[in-house]
């Protein structure tokens, strides 16, 4: 079975600029959670996705949206990229969600300057 | 909201003692989940535990979920290199009293293991 991937691996930005990043889920699973991780504040959660509807979101601001089409894969959109927007973008998905084992992505690592 | 400490941040061992790491949340939880994070990669699932007390191993891994299901233990027994990176614990909520939850992760232990 294909795990999760990611699309793009690395992306360079300057600020004020938006950026788009894909997810493809393993086969069956129909939930999608996005994180963000950086050095000093983990694995931060940004929300999740489960037949294409957001079940939960994390305390990121309203230029962190995301959605999920119905082959349940999903993207996220960063709208007026700033500095600290700079992490690795990780998605994960699982059977159910929250409360099943999740299948992290290889990652996207955005570089905002 | 529900919070997940981790303890410790940082562990430097040398190949073949033992490590351990903690977890606490501020709230029961349903199941504790550990994941893996090499240096460079991306977090990969370990074990969950569900049961009050539970013990689990899985070769020099052995994981506990505490009585209270509120606290949980990593412990690796005699370290080799293999084992170096970080070490989440994540708990899942239902705060709202939805059915599906929202998975909340510790901070992280970061090992490194000098041969």
């Known amino acids: 079975k294909a795990g999760v991937t990611q699309t793009p691996r690395y992306l360079i930005k300057t600020r004020g600029q938006q950026v788009t990043l894909s997810c493809s889920p393993i086969?069956?699973?129909?939930?999608v959670s996005w994180y963000q991780q950086t050095p000093g504040q983990g694995l931060q959660f940004l929300f999740e996705?489960?037949?294409?509807?957001?079940?939960n979101k994390g305390n990121f601001p309203g230029r962190f949206s995301g959605r999920q089409f119905s082959n349940s894969r999903s993207e996220m959109n960063v709208s007026t990229l700033e500095l600290g927007d700079s992490a690795l973008y990780l998605c994960?998905?699982?059977?159910?969600?929250?409360?099943?084992?999740?299948?992290f992505g290889p990652g996207t690592r955005l570089t905002v300057t | 909201g529900q919070q997940v400490m981790q303890i410790p941040q940082y562990q430097h061992v040398q190949e073949g003692e033992d490590f351990t790491t903690y977890c606490n949340s501020s709230?029961?939880?349903?199941?504790i989940q550990w994941y893996k994070q090499r240096p460079g990669g991306h977090p990969v699932f370990l074990i969950q535990?569900?049961?009050?007390?539970e013990v689990k191993k899985q070769k020099r891994l052995t994981f506990q979920f505490g009585e209270a299901k509120k606290n949980s233990s990593l412990h690796i027994t005699a370290t080799q290199t293999t084992d170096v990176g970080t070490y989440f614990c994540?708990?899942?909520?239902?705060?709202?009293?939805?059915?599906?939850?929202?998975?909340?992760f510790g901070q992280g232990t970061i090992l490194t293991v000098h041969p």
């Open positions: 994960a998905s699982s059977l159910e969600g929250a409360y099943y084992e999740q299948y």
């Open positions: 086969s069956g699973h129909r939930s």
């Open positions: 996705y489960f037949s294409e509807t957001q079940r």
């Open positions: 709230t029961t939880l349903s199941n």
């Open positions: 535990l569900v049961k009050s007390g």
């Open positions: 994540a708990g899942p909520t239902n705060a709202g009293g939805t059915s599906y939850g929202k998975l909340t």
